[in-house]
C-alpha cells in the first residue's frame, strides 16, 4: 500500500484534514484520514500541498488543441466559420491525434483526471486510452437536413462499430448529436433511439447562443441564414433548444447538456424533470460573448451539474480551477451579492460534481475508502497560496493549474514532481508546426467559406 500524505488532505464529500493521508491499494483507495492514524505503508510525503480527488472535466474537445489562440476575437459564427473550414483543409488525421495528446497532457499537468471529450474525428478516445487517463469519448454525428438522417446515421453507427470494441474500464464511448444548427429533428430522435438500444451515454451541445435560439424558436437569425442558402427549409422547432430536446425525445435519455446558458425557468424544470445532468464551462461562455449561465438556480433545482474547460479554442487553456474561480465570480457579479456560490461549492463542481454529471460518482470525484485512486496534488511552498485558512479556498481562488504535483489514475501516478510520467515528447514540436500550417492556411484564404459547410464542424 502507498500513503499519500499532505499537509492538507481534501475529501470534498468531508471535512478537510490537516496533515492528512490518503492510503491507496493497488488501483483503489483504502483509507482517508489523519497521518497519525494511518495504517502502514510505503511513503509518499508530498509535504506542503493540498491533496485532492482528481479534477473531473465534463467538457473539452482534445483534437482542437493545436486551435489555441486561432479564432481571437470573433463572434460566434465567424469562430465557426474559421474553425470548419481551417480544421478541414489543413489538419490531417495525424495532427488531430496529436493536438488531442497534447491537450490531455495539458489536462494531467493541471491535475485532471476524467475527460468527458466530444470528438468526430475519435482521435480522442485514442489519446485517452495511450495516456492512461479516465474518460468518455461522445462520438459526434451531423445532419442539418432531415434528408440526411439515414446517411448520418450509418456513418454514427460504423464509427460506434470501430470503437466500441476498444473501450476499456477506464475510457468510454458516447454518442452527441452536435447542437441545433447542425442536428435536424428526425436525427436528434434517431440518435436519442439508438443510445437507448446500445446502452451509450449522450451529450449535446444546447442552449449556448443567441442565433440558435433564434432558430429553434422562430427560424431566424444566422444560423437560419446559412441553412436556406443551403435549401435547407426552415420553421419554429420549439420554444426553445431545450425544449426542442424534449419534443425529439433526446432529453428522455437523461443527456450531458453542454452549455445551457440561455435556459429559463421551463427549460430548468424539463432539465430536472428528465434526470439530465449540464457541462458548465463559465469562461468558454464568457469568452464567445454567450453570458453568464442560471447556475444558481439549477443548483436550487437539483441538477447534476459539473465544469467543463470546453476546447482551448474558445477557451484557450485547460484549467479546472480556473473554470471553478470564474464560476463563483461570475454568480456573484450577476447577483451583485459576495460569495453566492461558496469556494467548497465551486470545488465540489470540479470534482463530486462533474463525476454525478457523467454518472461516475460511484467511483470517483471524491476521497473516500472503495473508490478508485484518482488523485490530485496541488504544492503550496511557491507561496502564492499562503497562508491557507480553508484549503478549499485556496484551491479556487489561490492555486493555479500549474502548481499540480501529482496526478494518478486508478493508483497509477500520471504526474509525478510535475513532470508527466509517459508521453510523446516530440508531440508539441508536431503540433507547433501544424499551427503554423494554420496561421499560413488563414494568410492564404483569408478563412473564407460556409459556417455550415457540408463536412462536420466540430467545437
Not at 81 to 96: E, F, H, M, N
Not at 202 to 217: C, G, P, T, W
Not at 333 to 343: G, H, I, K, N, Y
Request: aromatic share 4%.
Amino acid at each position: 500500500m502507498i500513503r499519500y500524505h499532505a499537509r492538507w488532505v481534501v475529501p470534498v464529500t468531508a471535512p478537510a484534514i490537516r496533515d492528512g493521508t490518503v492510503v491507496v491499494d493497488g488501483r483503489t483507495i483504502e483509507w482517508v484520514g489523519p497521518r497519525s492514524e494511518a495504517p502502514a505503508g510505503r511513503d509518499v510525503d508530498l509535504g506542503e500541498a493540498i491533496l485532492c480527488p482528481g479534477l473531473v472535466n465534463t467538457h473539452c474537445h482534445l483534437e482542437l488543441t493545436v486551435m489555441r489562440g486561432f479564432l481571437e476575437g470573433l463572434g460566434f459564427r465567424d469562430w465557426i466559420l474559421r474553425l470548419t473550414t481551417g480544421k478541414r483543409a489543413v489538419l490531417s488525421r495525424d495532427d488531430l491525434l496529436d493536438s488531442a495528446r497534447l491537450g490531455v497532457m495539458e489536462g494531467i499537468r493541471s491535475g485532471i483526471t476524467t475527460y468527458a471529450d466530444t470528438c468526430d474525428s475519435g482521435v480522442a478516445f485514442d489519446a485517452m486510452l495511450e495516456a492512461g487517463v479516465r474518460g468518455i469519448m461522445f462520438q459526434e454525428v451531423f445532419g442539418p437536413d432531415p434528408a440526411q438522417r439515414d446517411a448520418s446515421m450509418a456513418e454514427l453507427r460504423a464509427k460506434v462499430d470501430l470503437l466500441l470494441p476498444r473501450a476499456t474500464g477506464l475510457v468510454r464511448l458516447g454518442v452527441s448529436p452536435h447542437a441545433p444548427y447542425t442536428v435536424s429533428d428526425p436525427l436528434f430522435t434517431a440518435v436519442a433511439e439508438y443510445a437507448v438500444e446500445q446502452e451509450l451515454p449522450v451529450a449535446v451541445h444546447i442552449a449556448e447562443s443567441e442565433a440558435e435560439s433564434d432558430l429553434v424558436a422562430r427560424a431566424g437569425g444566422l444560423f437560419a441564414d446559412g441553412l436556406r442558402r443551403r435549401g435547407i427549409a426552415l420553421s419554429p422547432r420549439g420554444r426553445s433548444p431545450i425544449d426542442l430536446l424534449h419534443r425529439t425525445g433526446l432529453l428522455a435519455v437523461r443527456p450531458l447538456l453542454i452549455h445551457a446558458v440561455r435556459a429559463d425557468d421551463a427549460d430548468i424544470a424539463l432539465v430536472r424533470a428528465h434526470d439530465a445532468a449540464i457541462a458548465h464551462c463559465p469562461v468558454s461562455n464568457a469568452k464567445l460573448g454567450h453570458g453568464i449561465a442560471p447556475l444558481l438556480a439549477w443548483r436550487d433545482a437539483g441538477i447534476r451539474v459539473g465544469l467543463g474547460s470546453d476546447s482551448v479554442a474558445s477557451n484557450n487553456r485547460m484549467d479546472l480551477l480556473a473554470e471553478a474561480h470564474a464560476a463563483t465570480l461570475m454568480q456573484s457579479a450577476a447577483r451583485r451579492t459576495a460569495d453566492v456560490l461558496r469556494a467548497h461549492e465551486a470545488l465540489d463542481l470540479a470534482t463530486i460534481g462533474g463525476a454525478r454529471a457523467l454518472g461516475l460518482a460511484d467511483r470517483i470525484g471524491s476521497l473516500e475508502a472503495g473508490k478508485d485512486a484518482d488523485l490530485a496534488a496541488f504544492a503550496l511552498n511557491g507561496g502564492s497560496a499562503l497562508p491557507v485558512q480553508e484549503p478549499e479556498s485556496a484551491l479556487v481562488h489561490s492555486l493555479r493549474s500549474s502548481d499540480a504535483i501529482l496526478t494518478v489514475v486508478a493508483g497509477t501516478p500520471l504526474l509525478q514532481h510535475g513532470q508527466v510520467v509517459r508521453g510523446d515528447q516530440g508531440v508539441t514540436r508536431r503540433v507547433s508546426a501544424a499551427a503554423v500550417r494554420l496561421a499560413g492556411w488563414l494568410l492564404d484564404a483569408g478563412g473564407s467559406g460556409d459556417p455550415l459547410p457540408p463536412a462536420s464542424p466540430t467545437r
